[in-house]
T-cell receptor
């Protein structure tokens, strides 16, 4: 079983739409959680950390459900520039980062 | 964050040869890592580069194939040895700043094609 699982998509949405991605992780002892964004042929870049209480950064909201072992990312008012692959990342108790396979988002005019 | 550079940015190599990839950070960092991202796949950790000692390799990766050096807190190299077409991939270094957050920041990657 993979450490981190994501729906690969693609999610094709119009500009202005709200879109949500989920990610599940297998290790209940995982310590910290992140969403990274990866543009085509570029390196992953940190989008936001995910805190137990949930956190928001502008149009982006991340939530963590430890009981069900999943993480979510909500993007409101999608922009064309949001088109990218979104990677769910989990840091286990051995300080290792495990990456999901990514969810591809296409925002269309 | 930190400014991370990698050299070369890309290379095309012949089977059986070796390539050394350099990772340079603009500040001292506690942890440096090397990842591989094969086409259409996510990132897989190759090893943790330890300053002043041997790297810590993940399952499936060995020192003879991927020797790593880390002579100081700002620099590391990864060598891909005796290359085969299956080694064609993007190789990325990442760092943890050691400022209390465990976030990793990535270099721009090295795109390797083995013929």
């Amino acid at each position: 079983r993979k450490e981190v699982e994501q729906d690969p998509g693609p999610f094709n949405v119009p500009e202005g739409a709200t879109v949500a991605f989920n990610c599940t992780y297998s290790n209940s002892a995982s310590q910290s959680f992140f969403w990274y964004r990866q543009d085509c042929r570029k390196e992953p870049k940190l989008l936001m950390s995910v805190y137990s209480s949930g956190n928001e950064d502008g149009r982006f909201t991340a939530q963590l459900n430890r009981a069900s072992q999943y993480i979510s990312l909500l993007i409101r008012d999608s922009k064309l520039s949001d088109s990218a692959t979104y990677l769910c990342v989990v840091n286990t108790d051995f300080n290792k980062f495990y990456f999901g396979s990514g969810t591809k988002l296409n925002v269309k005019p | 964050s930190a400014v991370i550079s990698q050299k070369p940015s890309r290379d095309i190599c012949q089977r059986g040869t070796s390539l050394t990839i350099q990772c340079q950070v603009d500040s001292q960092v506690t942890m440096m890592f090397w990842y591989r991202q094969q086409p259409g796949q996510s990132l897989t950790l190759i090893a943790t580069a330890n300053q002043g000692s041997e790297a810590t390799y993940e399952s499936g990766f060995v020192i003879d194939k991927f020797p790593i050096s880390r002579p100081n807190l700002t620099f590391s190299t990864l060598t891909v040895s005796n290359m085969s077409p299956e080694d064609s991939s993007i190789y990325l270094c990442s760092v943890e700043l050691g400022t209390g957050e465990d976030t990793q920041y990535f270099g721009p990657g090295t795109r390797l094609t083995v013929l």
